[in-house]
């Protein structure tokens, strides 16, 4: 990803979580530069994907790259389904299936897997729809701040 489609598709995130939420993933900003590395290095673990048919995770920041044991490069390939254990992916997919219907939800909890296999619960988590300027879907988000190590 460009830095310039980066820059777009955080925008997309933060204006996403404002409008289901009612406030500011982060302090307002001054420039799409102040939001990208506010978010890359929030104390909170934030990721998406995107709408193919089976979701590919598109942004990562530094605590979910972290968490997962990834580079960017490996998140950014990585199909968001396996960033849960395989008896967990179910529950997930029913997480998705609500979160595209409502269009959002909060405080979900959940177990997940980084790429060594380590397991941690996520607790807490709001999971968002990301719609562009026009109200098209363009995927979903995560962010929480709270997680344990298993």
């Excluded at 990585?78 to 997930?92: D, F, G, H, M």
């Excluded at 219907?101 to 060594?116: E, M, P, T």
Aim: with cysteine.
């Amino acid at each position: 990803m460009t830095p310039e489609a980066l820059a777009v598709h955080l925008e997309i995130v933060a204006n996403s979580y404002r409008d289901w939420m009612g406030v500011d993933l982060v302090s307002p900003r001054s420039s799409a530069t102040k939001l990208v590395s506010d978010l890359r290095d929030a104390p909170f673990a934030l990721v998406s994907h995107g709408v193919e048919a089976d979701p590919v995770l598109n942004y990562g920041n530094g605590k979910a790259l972290e968490l997962w044991e990834m580079t960017w490069e490996e998140l950014t390939k990585t199909p968001s389904r396996l960033t849960a254990e395989a008896p967990n992916r179910e529950e997930r997919a029913r997480l998705l299936d609500e979160v595209t219907r409502h269009g959002f939800i909060r405080n979900y909890s959940g177990i997940r897997v980084s790429k060594s296999g380590r397991r941690f619960r996520i607790e807490g988590a709001t999971v968002w729809n990301l719609l562009d300027a026009q109200g098209g879907y363009c995927g979903q988000a995560a962010a929480f701040s709270r997680w344990v190590y298993l």
